[in-house]
């Protein structure tokens, strides 16, 4: 799997990207097999698991460490 990742003309670019080593750079390449068909980063890291999520569980957040949300003013 790492000979052919070599191979990818992408493999410079992603062994560049702090914390991944050659092993997740093969994974990578090998789930998404050309990270140039993503028209953003964004689009690139999301498809890759990469990406931040905020999930919540409910209508209120804290914000500040204030509440923010339904019904609650900021």
Request: proline content about 7%; some cysteine.
């Amino acid at each position: 799997m790492l000979a052919e990742a070599r191979r990818d003309p992408a493999w410079g670019l992603l062994q560049t990207v702090p914390f991944f080593g050659p092993v997740r750079v093969a994974l990578l390449l090998a789930t998404m097999q050309t990270p140039w068909r993503f028209r953003t980063k964004r689009n690139l890291w999301a498809y890759a698991g990469l990406a931040v999520v905020s999930r919540s569980s409910a209508d209120h957040q804290l914000v500040a460490g204030g509440q923010c949300g339904a019904g609650v003013p900021r």
